[in-house]
């Protein structure tokens, strides 16, 4: 089964989020197609705050994945949008990836 609503992976190097959203984005699993975004490189203000409505207005019962890949330096500028997320119950789970 896999987890609807919106997956935060937080990665700690930029080029790591990036790759890691392009492999999500270019599989096609069975179950249906897993949208992935690269908050790192959501920069521009009204590409931003479009995606940002989306998000918001997924119902709570949406049938989308979307995982969401950022560093933790781009985690402020989504500070908001995230917590809106979790308040309306969209984002399911948060992920933090490390090296050794």
């Known amino acids: ?3 609807r609503g919106v ?3 937080i990665v700690p190097l930029l080029v790591l989020g990036s790759d890691q959203s392009e492999k999500f984005n270019d599989a096609t699993p069975p179950f249906g197609r897993v949208l ?3 908050l790192d490189q959501v920069k521009c203000g009204k590409i931003q705050q479009n995606f940002c409505n989306w ?3 997924l119902p709570a019962t949406t049938t989308h ?3 969401l890949f ?3 330096q781009t985690l402020d500028g989504w500070a908001s949008t995230l917590q809106l997320l979790l308040e309306r ?3 399911r789970f ?3 990836v490390e090296f050794m």
Request: with cysteine; aromatic share 4%.
């Open 1 to 3: 089964c896999l987890l």
């Open 70 to 72: 950022a560093s933790p």
């Open 7 to 9: 997956t935060l992976v």
């Open 55 to 57: 998000l918001l207005h």
């Open 89 to 91: 119950q969209l984002l």
């Open 36 to 38: 992935s975004v690269n």
């Open 65 to 67: 994945s979307i995982f």
């Open 94 to 96: 948060i992920t933090i």
